[in-house]
């Protein structure tokens, strides 16, 4: 469960000491209003913050070649190392050329997992091919950047 400042607490407790995306445990009722689901916590003592420790920054993805024009999608696993972080997860073809961005996003420091169709930025599918996975992490608090590459092999299936 992530707390968002704003939300309206119904059983007076208090969230002041949560900061913003903090991840938390929480112990309650599950139920449904309005067509959403909710978690209905009756104590303080019920919730409890998650000290996620650090991940090593990490890129994984198959040592095998992604045959998407068979409806194959190609799994794609990433860390940031931690939560105060900025992720860009781009694939560039041979020549440098970006092909797409896959993930633009505030980092998390657990692992995440993401699937790609094979498709470029403009919704077409690529052609056959080797092409680079480049993850680069931004630290929030210092600015450093911190890159991974992996190889991806476009092919099909031989007739």
């Known amino acids: 469960m992530v707390i968002r400042r704003g939300q309206i607490d119904t059983a007076n407790l208090n969230l002041e000491s949560f900061d913003v995306d903090t991840i938390i445990t929480a112990k309650g009722v599950i139920g449904e209003f309005s067509a959403a689901g909710q978690l209905l916590v009756a104590y303080q003592e019920d919730i409890t913050v998650v000290i996620v420790p650090p991940s090593p920054l990490a890129l994984a993805v198959p040592n095998k070649p992604f045959v998407p024009d068979q409806g194959e999608k190609l799994p794609i696993t990433f860390s940031a190392g931690q939560g105060n972080t900025s992720v860009i997860l781009r694939i560039y073809d041979l020549g440098g050329r970006l092909v797409t961005t896959l993930v ?16 470029d930025k403009i ?13 680069e992490v931004v630290d929030g608090s210092n600015g450093k950047r911190k890159q991974k590459i992996a190889p991806i092999v476009v092919g099909t299936v031989l007739k």
Do not use: C, F, K, M
Not at 104 to 119: N, V
Not at 123 to 135: D, F, I, M, R, T
């Open 104 to 119: 633009d996003d505030a980092g998390s420091p657990l692992a995440r997992t993401i699937e790609w169709d094979g498709r």
């Open 123 to 135: 919704n077409e599918q690529v052609p056959l091919g080797a092409y680079v996975l480049h993850l």
